[in-house]
């Protein structure tokens, strides 16, 4: 199975904030990969697709880069509504895999 | 409006089978994969399996740790997907999402949308 790594697995950060959480694949994963945003008590929210492409709605702060085996994703200024947990997930290889998520938290 | 809303979770007993059943409505069924993923207590998201569509042979993958127990399949007529779950295991208690693929063609770029999830208990 591919295994995914995120670092870090736990972040604190003010509104306003620059983020970047990196996400390693343990092979190569061409730009199969998503990341998606989980409040507490709610359903996972897709963000991004494809390592880079912004899923329809969703604000433009959020932005994913990478391909292989190392992927970032990036939110340009934090937000209130932002803090929550994030995960990667790649869908390259079955079984598709999750990374063991980025909990973001406020400072 | 796209929704998926899961049902059929509860307690049981180990050993025993479960089914669960993703009803869909605002969007053609058929025309898209599925997905179940789980999320045990405090823990991370793991992905279950997908059924693919009929355009695509209908047919299925598994995560290793429930092959051979666990089936999904759909009735695209009912607009509806199942997961039937046997030789349920303590460690499969965790709370159950459907997902739906982003897209028909490209069914393996994301999931982009999610039911409210269905919880599933397995103690004696």
């Known amino acids: 199975d591919i295994h995914l790594t995120q670092s870090p697995s736990f972040l604190s950060a003010s509104v306003g904030d620059r983020v970047t959480i990196t996400c390693r694949a343990s092979q190569g994963i061409s730009s199969s990969l998503a990341w998606y945003q989980q409040k507490p008590g709610k359903a996972p929210k897709l963000l991004i697709y494809?390592?880079?492409t912004l899923q329809s709605g969703v604000p433009s702060r959020f932005s994913g880069s990478g391909s292989g085996t190392e992927f970032t994703l990036t939110l340009s200024s934090l937000q209130p509504e932002d803090f929550a947990t994030y995960y990667c997930q790649q869908l390259n290889t079955y079984p598709w895999t999750f990374g063991q998520g980025t909990k973001v938290e406020i400072k | 409006e796209v929704q998926l809303v899961e049902s059929g979770g509860g307690l049981v007993q180990p050993g025993r089978s479960l089914r669960l059943s993703c009803t869909t409505s605002g969007f053609t069924l058929g025309d898209y994969a599925m997905n179940w993923v789980r999320q045990a207590p405090g823990k991370g998201l793991e992905w279950v399996g997908i059924i693919r569509s009929k355009a695509y042979s209908g047919t299925t993958e598994y995560a290793a740790s429930v092959k051979g127990r666990f089936t999904i399949s759909r009735d695209d007529s009912k607009s509806i997907a199942y997961l039937l779950m046997s030789s349920l295991k303590t460690e499969d208690t965790a709370v159950y999402y459907c997902t739906r693929a982003s897209d028909p063609e490209y069914y393996y770029y994301a999931m982009d949308v999610w039911g409210q999830g269905t919880t599933v208990t397995v103690s004696s």
């Open positions: 494809a390592a880079s």
